[in-house]
């Protein structure tokens, strides 16, 4: 019986110790894991530091200026940067327009951009703003966003924010080395040298894409997917919001333009009417912004295949060809031009 009895003993205590060591690596591992998550994201942290902090933007800027003076601004993603031309502007209205429109720059790029413009180049007369179904969903890309690095408030990495940095911040990461690889691909990062114009030039003198092969697609399916509209504030509205005040305060005239989308992408972003009183309400607020709704078929020929280089049934995101820019800018200018009075 006693000799049962420390047979138990000798295995509880086996046992016991099996235990212990389980989660004594148990511990280490997380311990290891937690510790790895934070050297990783403090060295991608810093990595993303010194690769932003080589823009020599502002610089460039201010040379640029010196021999250019603009009476407007237009603003946008991509859908502006394909849409609204400088040319038709100065071609129709004599005004010169600056362009600072593409993917990534959402409104808390141009809230900021615009305290920088105001600083060199002083206040302007017209705001031409480019606005999507998604304006609320926009983040602004920390590439551009590094322009004004002096500019936006420092915030500080909390360590302890969550169990795994990397996780949290992943969609952040991603984006930096998406972007390093863009970099690195570049022959030479145009925000490097000071005196190299050659991308402001190009973009104030580009008047659109021509249609691809495949262009947008008419047919639709048995099913899709239909986006909602996302609300007001959504990531960057509050920056939206204070960059109309401020715009307004200025005395500017603000013209918020809602351009056209091929009909599948219309059909598919089915809270237009949401989209359109939301963008409306600005209107009203302010005495100096106005809203241009061009996305309704009988303002614009929506299903004219030619004038998009895309779109589609489920495709939340529409762009304007060469062709259906020059239709679409001509038609906005006489719209707009009363307000260049």
Same mark, same amino acid.
């Given at each position: 019986? =006693? ?7 000798? =295995? ?5 110790? @099996? ?26 942290? $810093? ?24 009476? +407007? ?13 400088? /040319? ?12 600072? @429109? ?9 809230? /900021?951009?615009?305290?920088? /413009? ?20 926009? +983040? ?20 302890? @924010? ?7 911040? #992943? ?21 490097? +040298?000071?005196? @190299? ?9 580009? $008047? ?33 919001? #204070? ?21 599948? $992408? ?20 302010? #005495? ?54």
């Amino acid at each position: 019986m =006693k000799m049962i009895h420390e047979t138990h003993k000798k =295995k509880h205590k086996k046992n016991k110790n @099996s235990y212990t060591r389980y989660f004594a690596g148990f511990f280490l591992f997380i311990l290891f894991l937690f510790l790895f998550d934070r050297l990783l994201f403090f060295l991608i942290s $810093t990595l993303e530091t010194n690769v932003y902090k080589k823009n020599k933007f502002e610089k460039r800027f201010e040379n640029y200026l010196k021999e250019n003076q603009f009476s +407007t601004l237009i603003f946008g993603t991509s859908r502006t940067y394909e849409g609204i031309h400088p /040319y038709y502007f100065e071609k129709e209205l004599g005004e010169k327009a600056f362009k600072e @429109s593409f993917q990534g720059k959402g409104p808390k790029y141009f809230y /900021y951009f615009y305290q920088f /413009y105001k600083k060199y180049a002083g206040i302007p007369k017209v705001v031409i703003y480019g606005v999507d179904y998604f304006i609320y969903n926009i +983040t602004s890309d920390s590439r551009w966003l590094a322009r004004f690095r002096n500019q936006i408030p420092k915030k500080r990495s909390n360590y302890f @924010s969550a169990p795994l940095l990397l996780l949290k911040y #992943k969609k952040k990461v991603d984006e930096f080395f998406n972007n390093l690889l863009i970099l690195l691909k570049e022959k030479q990062n145009p925000d490097d +040298t000071e005196d @190299s114009f050659d991308d402001f030039v190009r973009v104030q003198e580009y $008047t659109g894409a021509i249609l691809p092969n495949k262009g947008p697609v008419a047919k639709r399916p048995d099913k899709y997917i239909r986006q909602f509209f996302f609300r007001f504030p959504g990531k960057e509205g509050r920056c939206f919001e #204070k960059l109309l005040e401020e715009m307004n305060n200025d005395n500017v005239k603000v013209i918020l333009v809602g351009l056209p989308d091929y009909y599948g $992408t219309y059909k598919t972003n089915f809270e237009r009417k949401d989209f359109a009183l939301d963008l409306k309400r600005w209107d009203w607020k302010y #005495k100096n912004v106005f809203f241009y709704n061009y996305n309704r078929s009988f303002k614009f020929p929506l299903k004219k295949k030619a004038y998009f280089l895309d779109g589609a049934y489920g495709l939340t995101n529409s762009h304007l060809s060469k062709i259906g820019a020059e239709v679409f800018n001509k038609l906005l200018i006489q719209e707009v031009k009363k307000h260049f009075k």
